[in-house]
Nanobody, 120 residues
Framework: QVQLKESGGGWVQAGGSLRLSCEAS????MGWFRQAPGKEREFVAV????????SYADSVKGRFIISRDNAKHTVYLQMNSLKPEDTAVYYC?????????????????WGQGTQVTVSS
């Protein structure tokens, strides 16, 4: 049973930064998604198994950085220049696909989520 666990969420003022962490099960492609109140869950970023390839949603490009440390079995999401519209529950997810996936259907396992709140 794969269990993913996110941490690092919290409250921050607009313009601030947070770093999320996700304990990964192995060397698979990993993604971050988020779900704001009243909205559907959306793709944020994905990284391939060795960290050589990444992809971002346009809404976070240039502000968020996804990275991983396979020795620590951890995937990170560094979030900078945060905006109130970044407020959401953030989920990490594991994909057993060889390709980088941006749709929820491309992921096999999900964490429970961590809340990020950005105040204006």
């Amino acid at each position: 049973q794969v269990q993913l666990k996110e941490s690092g969420g919290g409250w921050v003022q607009a313009g601030g930064s947070l770093r999320l962490s996700c304990e990964a099960s192995g060397r698979y492609n990993m993604g971050w998604f988020r779900q704001a109140p009243g909205k559907e869950r959306e793709f944020v970023a994905v990284i391939n198994w060795n960290g050589a390839d990444t992809s971002y949603a346009d809404s976070v490009k240039g502000r968020f950085i996804i990275s991983r440390d396979n020795a620590k079995h951890t995937v990170y999401l560094q979030m900078n220049s945060l905006k109130p519209e970044d407020t959401a529950v953030y989920y990490c997810a594991e994909s057993r696909s060889w390709a980088l996936r941006t749709a929820e259907s491309g992921y096999d396992y999900w964490g429970q989520g961590t809340q990020v709140t950005v105040s204006s």
